[in-house]
């Protein structure tokens, strides 16, 4: 554990080797691998989605012809994967009409499968998921956009992607429509469970229910209320959401006006974290704080989350349903990232990444939480025009035995793309 980490990133630092003494854990050089090259974009999107197949051969991604600009509802993106075990040849399995830079359009594995992936799209002015069989080619249709599939591969929860984007732009869909525009917290609006092999929804959480709750003790049913950031459990029976609120949302006047991003949303909501039984029962707050920002699930029993406690920033795990809070990282991990547990370490294992620095270089890196150090994967340096909406955050994603990290990032000098670090000799 003492011996030195030699890292050399090829596609960051050409051939030379950094020397980092104090990292340990490997004397393993640490080589990059790029997936994707332009002249087109490629890249997949948040972090807590499944993108390479349980065999490790294929890893999902989407493709598209412009960059730092908005999306409007006539943007395009192509939907494909790339053979691993084929020169990273790209094969393309579709398209959709509903996406953002964030996000993407929720691109994924279904969990358990080897040949069926989701992804959403829209129909004129309502948005569906696609779930496609890559060996048969063919696609079926289910009636509402997914946020969050289940590990148990059954159902998804799904969120208003058209009143996310009225509230904050980057993370809902043009095109569609909200017949709920006027109203701060409707009661027909909320979260909705959706069963992947029927496609039979229901309401299981309100805006209307959740405005109801005051925050910290103070009233809030005069606030815009919208749900944000699903996350469904590891052992598929209770979910996480955001109910984010906040004194105006941008209509659509606003929206048509020059620079309006800049003019009009400041980050100004308050962020609640909830947990639920998966049919909307049992609803917990969480994190009361109102700060919350990027989470995960441990275990069935606790989520990881980058937060304000008790006057403090850090990562905070949360016991589900009780108020026991610890501190991770607390010397170490002191940035907002966005942090998964690499499945098969234990939970020792915390993948995180920083967003741009003075220099505009973004950190990847592995935390080890029993010895509290930390793991250096590469500093990838993302341009100035990489900012806001389109911005290029590396989102790293793992495969499912842990041995495997994929990122997207603007560092290699042809726009947003795709890259791979083995990290095997690291956490083995």
Known sequence: MNRRLFIRNTALTGAALMTLPEFGYSTEEIKVQKLTSGPKYHWFGYYDKQQLDPTNRYALGMEVDFQYRSPNAGDVIRIGMVDLKKNNRWIELGESKAWGWQQGCMLQWIPGSK????WNDREEDRFVARVHNIKTGK???LPMA???ISPDGKFAMCADFARIDNMRLGYGYKGGEDPYVKQKAPAEAGIHKMNLATGETKLVISLAQIAEMPHQGKPITDKWHYFNHLLVSPDSKRFIFLNRYRDFYLTPAMKAEENAYAKYVRGNYTTRMFTAGVDGDDIYELDRSGRTSHFIWRDPQHVLAWTRYEGKNGFFLF?????EVEWVGKEVMTQNGHQTYLPDTNNEWILNDTYPDQERKQTL???????QRKVVLGRFYQPPESTDEWRCDLHARYSLDGRTVVFDSTHGGDGRQMYMIDVSSIVS
């Open 115 to 118: 040949q069926e992936v989701i």
């Open 139 to 141: 696609t079926r249709t």
């Open 146 to 148: 997914v946020y969050t």
């Open 319 to 323: 016991k589900d349903q009780t108020r």
């Open 365 to 371: 890196y592995l935390y080890h939480v029993p010895t």
